[in-house]
């Protein structure tokens, strides 16, 4: 083959990934829910939700519960436990079966507390090869928010199996900067991660900076690490993500939250993110769920069709949902999304929370 040949086939090749990339329209393809496509207890809160596909042929979903009778917050700060449950239907009906990260109290070497001794949220499930990765925030505390919130720091359990056994760490996979004035000084949590075309491992996670006098903290934003092995070490990057710049950053210093990212060789070799469209920027609807890429996983953009979700969405029996669409997620046919998971109902304060599974046409 000439050079010239080659040439012309690696910008056809280059010319058909971008066309890819711009086709990626989740928008067009969200479908209503049917009304069965709702995983709900009432006596728990059910939220966030990691859907995958195992060998099995089955769907496995983990999700973050705790009781209802303490209410929504701040009881998912201090009573929260990651759960897992199974189904044959993308839709359902979802059965619970079994609690995989529970309280684990003392660590018997140290006679302290594990790091995530008592609460265990935000489930984020990623398949690298034959081992699965959940990715999840833990923290211990005294039964006060703010002692566990600002304990919060992110982990990674380990499993061959989505039903387990899963091998937890004895140490976050990543800690709070020991840089007082660092944005990521305070807390870290809701992890969101992706394998890289090289086999490594991208993460991007939520933080909370360090301001003397608060309690709580400042500003709460993004940044990115990378690790070559799941038990790390995961390596943070200068810089962060999803945030206004400029004169927009005087208005509105965060603009997306709580991504779930991916990379897909089927749309354009790049990475993809669902996220919380905080002020409405991306899809007119403060609140609603927005579609960004990425090249390399650290510097996004909104997708070329950036709105995914609005304010509310439709169930198949013709009416609206009461609530919007918080800590979205996609369950994933290789690299192609088939449906959009994500909690309902929370926040709201519109009755107990819940997860629901909404259809992507193909």
């Not at 302290?112 to 090869?129: E, F, L, M, Q, S």
Request: aromatic share 10%; hydrophobic share 40%.
């Amino acid at each position: 083959m000439t050079a010239r040949k080659l040439g012309a086939l690696v910008i056809c090749g280059l010319t058909l990934a971008m066309a890819h990339a711009q086709d990626l329209d989740l928008g067009a393809r969200v479908q209503p829910v049917p009304v069965t496509a709702k995983f709900s207890d009432p006596a728990w809160h059910i939220w966030c939700g990691a859907p995958a596909r195992g060998d099995d042929g089955k769907y496995h979903l983990f999700y973050s519960r705790w009781p209802a009778k303490y209410g929504f917050a701040p009881a998912w700060a201090i009573h929260s436990e990651i759960a897992y449950a199974v189904s044959d239907s993308p839709f359902g009906p979802f059965r619970h079966v079994s609690v995989i990260l529970p309280p684990r109290g003392t660590n018997p070497v140290t006679g302290r507390k594990y790091w995530d001794a008592d609460v265990t949220h935000n489930p984020n499930i990623v398949r690298r090869g034959a081992q699965w990765l959940l990715y999840y925030t833990g923290n211990y505390g005294d039964g006060v928010y703010a002692t566990h919130r600002n304990n919060q720091r992110i982990g990674v359990a380990i499993a061959d199996r989505p039903e387990g056994p899963w091998r937890r760490l004895d140490e976050p996979a990543i800690e709070v900067n020991a840089d007082p004035a660092a944005f990521d000084s305070l807390c870290v949590a809701n992890p969101a991660g992706a394998v890289r075309p090289d086999g490594g491992l991208l993460l991007v996670f939520k933080a909370v900076e360090q301001v003397p006098g608060k309690l709580m903290g400042g500003k709460v934003r993004y940044g990115v690490a990378l690790a070559d092995r799941p038990e790390g070490p995961y390596v943070k990057l200068p810089g962060r993500v999803f945030e206004a710049v400029g004169e927009e950053a005087k208005k509105h210093w965060m603009l997306a939250e709580d991504p779930y990212i991916w990379f897909s060789a089927t749309h354009g070799n790049c990475y993809y993110a669902v996220a919380r469209d905080v002020v409405g920027k991306f899809t007119g609807a403060e609140g609603g769920i927005a579609l960004f890429q990425s090249e390399d996983g650290l510097d996004w953009k909104p997708a070329a069709h950036p709105a995914v979700l609005g304010a509310q969405f439709k169930w198949a029996d013709g009416t609206m949902s009461r609530g919007k669409v918080e800590r979205p997620a996609l369950l994933l046919d290789g690299d192609v999304p088939i449906a959009l998971y994500g909690a309902t109902d929370g926040y709201p304060k519109t009755g107990v929370s819940c997860n629901v599974q909404i259809p992507l046409k193909e």
